[in-house]
């Protein structure tokens, strides 16, 4: 199966930033899209950003211009950087995986625990 491990989460002022970094390991075959959600107090879970295998990337219209999603299929990683954070921000930073473990299992998409971000003064 695959694992992932968040790190990078914690506490920032306003107009700070941060880096978020979600390695996957354990049996993996191939790789497909990566992605950022988040999950603020008291409200759903949401797609912050995203990044294709090949490269393609998507963002929430709330994030765009200030976060940045990559990734390295050489080490299965993929990164968030995020500036100029706002307390809106504040959330439970989730990686989202979408993998297939062996050539004959099926593709699952695997979740990270989570990483928390707290953007307060």
């Known amino acids: 199966q695959v694992q992932l491990v968040e790190s990078g989460g914690g506490l920032v002022q306003p107009g700070g930033s941060l880096r978020l970094s979600c390695a996957a390991s354990g049996s993996i075959f191939s790789i497909w899209d990566m992605d950022w959600y988040r999950q603020a107090p008291g409200k759903q879970r949401e797609l912050v950003a995203g990044?294709?295998?090949?490269?393609?990337?998507t963002y929430a219209d709330s994030v765009k211009g200030r976060f940045t999603i990559s990734r390295d299929n050489t080490k299965n990683a993929v990164y968030l950087q995020m500036s100029s954070l706002k307390p809106e921000d504040t959330a439970v930073y989730y990686c989202?995986?979408?993998?297939?473990?062996?050539?004959?299992?099926?593709?699952?998409?695997?979740w990270g625990e989570g990483t928390l971000v707290t953007v307060s003064s």
């Open positions: 990044i294709t295998r090949e490269g393609v990337t």
């Open positions: 989202k995986v979408v993998a297939r473990a062996n050539l004959f299992s099926e593709v699952v998409a695997y």
